[in-house]
């Protein structure tokens, strides 16, 4: 077993890190030295924020967004569209798509994909609330905006089953050849669906 190098805080500071997605025990410890080096003007600010952050964040009762605020600042933008509402399976994809601009409407995230092999059901995610948001009379399209995995589609068309009786038009996104790629790069799986998924030119 390695032997500790610096103290119990520091210690428990790298193994904080090393918890965080891409930081592995090296990049953990590289990152906290950085963060002892400049006290002052990173690791103080920081500790800071993340208190505030930890004090402040709610879980936005609406879509599922987290926010320091109640609804979240996304769910009381009027200039969205409320005919349109986009499922997501994380907040992080609701972020990628809010960093594309590609979208200006409302979202609701569903906190997983449903996976028999981990156990997740139905009523683990925020499934129940979308069909009721599903009910409203001005929404006129649904954006499943899920993973393309196999849970993903389960998800996906689980989903689609929920809302069937609602009469709303349900759309997911299209998968296959991203811009800028070669299709010599590309696996089978995107060849595929790109193939399938193929519109007029």
């Known amino acids: 077993m390695p032997q500790a190098v610096a103290g119990p805080e520091i210690e428990r500071l790298i193994q904080l890190l090393s918890r965080m997605p891409g930081l592995g ?80 409407s409302r979202y609701h995230v569903l906190g997983g994909v449903l996976s028999a092999l981990d156990g997740v059901r139905p009523e683990h995610l925020n499934l129940a609330s979308l069909v009721e948001r599903a009910a409203d009379p001005a929404l006129k399209e649904i954006i499943l905006a899920l993973n393309a995995t196999v849970d993903g589609q389960t998800t996906a068309h689980y989903v689609t089953e929920s809302i069937r009786h609602l009469d709303r038009k349900v759309t997911r996104l299209a998968h296959g050849v991203p811009v800028g790629g070669e299709l010599d790069y590309l696996d089978e799986g995107t060849l595929t669906a790109a193939i399938r998924s193929r519109t007029t030119f």
């Not at 090296?26 to 930890?54: F, G, H, N, W, Y």
């Not at 599922?64 to 509402?85: H, K, M, Y």
């Open 25 to 104: 025990p090296r990049s953990a410890r590289r990152a906290a030295l950085q963060l002892i080096k400049k006290r002052e003007t990173l690791l103080a600010p920081l500790a800071d924020a993340m208190r505030v952050a930890a004090e402040r964040i709610v879980v936005c009762s609406s879509c599922g967004n987290v926010d320091t605020s109640e609804p979240c600042t996304i769910c009381r933008d009027t200039e969205r569209d409320p005919s349109t509402l986009v499922v997501v399976e994380d907040v992080s994809d609701l972020w990628a798509l809010e960093r594309s601009g590609a979208v200006k």
